[in-house]
Nanobody
Framework: QVQLVESGGGLVQAGGSLRLSCVVS????????VGWFRQAPGKEREFVAS????????DSSDSVKGRFTISRNNAKNTTYLQMNNLKPEDTAKYYC?????????????????WGQGTQVSVSS
């Protein structure tokens, strides 16, 4: 059983930055494909970014490319989402997710394990 705990959300002005963290337990992070998804009120959940087992394969949605960076520290069992140049449309609850299968991307997948989410709010 994989547990995921997110942190780092908050309120920031447009153009600002936040770094989300997700601590993983239950399985070594090195054996998980992990990613971030988000859901805004009244909208469907959407893929944000993912990173493969080795950390060499990353993928992100077009809406965050060039602004958000996903990374992982297997020794700390933690994955991160660095978010720069935040926009009001990035306001959402952000969820960390993981799957114990090796995928190139989680873009079209529904991972097995999910965290509780952390709220990110960007004011204009």
């Amino acid at each position: 059983q994989v547990q995921l705990v997110e942190s780092g959300g908050g309120l920031v002005q447009a153009g600002g930055s936040l770094r989300l963290s997700c601590v993983v337990s239950g399985l070594p992070l090195s054996r998980l494909t992990v990613g971030w998804f988000r859901q805004a009120p009244g909208k469907e959940r959407e893929f944000v970014a993912s990173i493969g087992w080795s950390g060499s394969r990353t993928d992100s949605s077009d809406s965050v490319k060039g602004r958000f960076t996903i990374s992982r520290n297997n020794a700390k069992n933690t994955t991160y989402l660095q978010m720069n140049n935040l926009k009001p449309e990035d306001t959402a609850k952000y969820y960390c997710a993981a799957d114990d299968r090796s995928y190139t991307t989680l873009k079209h997948r529904t991972p097995d394990s999910w965290g509780q989410g952390t709220q990110v709010s960007v004011s204009s």
